[in-house]
């Protein structure tokens, strides 16, 4: 029994790390985004509607 509680707490712990890389990784994204955007944010209002 303990094995498998054991086996259970590595697998919730692996989740939880790959869930911190993914969430690292999307802010990474965003960050890129924002980036391309940020010449063009006058373009747009702060709801992201095109002013033009």
Request: without cysteine; charged residues 35%.
């Amino acid at each position: 029994m303990l094995i498998k509680e054991e086996k259970m707490l590595l697998l919730i712990a692996n989740l939880a790390e790959r869930l911190t890389r993914t969430e690292q990784r999307i802010t990474q994204l965003q960050k890129m985004v924002h980036s391309l955007l940020e010449p063009k944010r006058k373009d747009f209002d702060k709801d992201g509607v095109v002013l033009r």
